[in-house]
């Protein structure tokens, strides 16, 4: 069975990343029923996160939303935090998404503190960057500035525009006197 319901997601995740969400859905639930009749929870709530962020992808938010709620009450239950963090997590994106800004930075915000709580650092960066994004959305500069250099802190692996920010932050530190180096 392992074999077969991994072949099925990979292939649902290929058909995603294809943007072929409408496939990718009924790929995903084939493995979820799979994963249910072998009695593996964490996993059906992993395709239903899967089949939410596919309707997600579709414009469908509040299927993608009602899916979200579900993996996420799952993770909560077995005190998986991690998966509860991505949950949240994606749960913002689609808040996002759908312009509901308040729900938007909540979910992302307490997505950021299990994160760190459970010392994700990378996983805490990126979603400092997102409420980031956010804050410069919304016209605060300043509050955006200082929460990226925070998500930039926590990420190992930078990207060439992010390593860049992060050498004009240092500069600015060095500058103001607030440089921690």
């Known amino acids: 069975m392992s ?11 290929k058909l995603y990343e294809q943007r072929d969400y409408e496939a990718a859905i009924k790929i995903f639930r084939q493995a979820q029923e799979l994963y249910d009749s072998a009695k593996q929870s964490d996993m059906v709530a992993e395709m239903k996160t899967n089949i939410g962020l596919s309707y997600r992808g579709l414009g469908q938010y509040q299927l993608a939303l009602d899916e979200m709620q579900s993996a996420l ?12 963090a991505a949950v949240l997590g994606n749960m913002g994106g689609v808040y996002l998404e ?5 729900q938007a930075y909540v979910c992302y ?3 950021a503190d299990a994160f760190l709580e459970i010392d994700e650092k990378k996983m805490y960066g990126e979603t400092l960057l997102a409420i980031a994004r956010m804050q410069f959305k919304d016209g605060k500069v300043w509050t955006s500035a200082a929460t990226y250099e925070i998500g930039l802190d926590n990420i190992e692996k930078l990207s060439v525009g992010q390593k860049f920010l992060k050498r004009l932050f240092g500069v600015k530190n060095r500058l103001s006197g607030t440089s921690t180096k």
């Open 73 to 84: 009450h799952t993770f909560q239950q077995s005190n998986d935090a991690r998966r509860s």
């Open 98 to 102: 759908m312009g509901d800004k308040e």
């Open 109 to 111: 915000r307490q997505a």
């Open 3 to 13: 074999e077969d319901v991994n072949a099925l997601q990979e292939r649902g995740v």
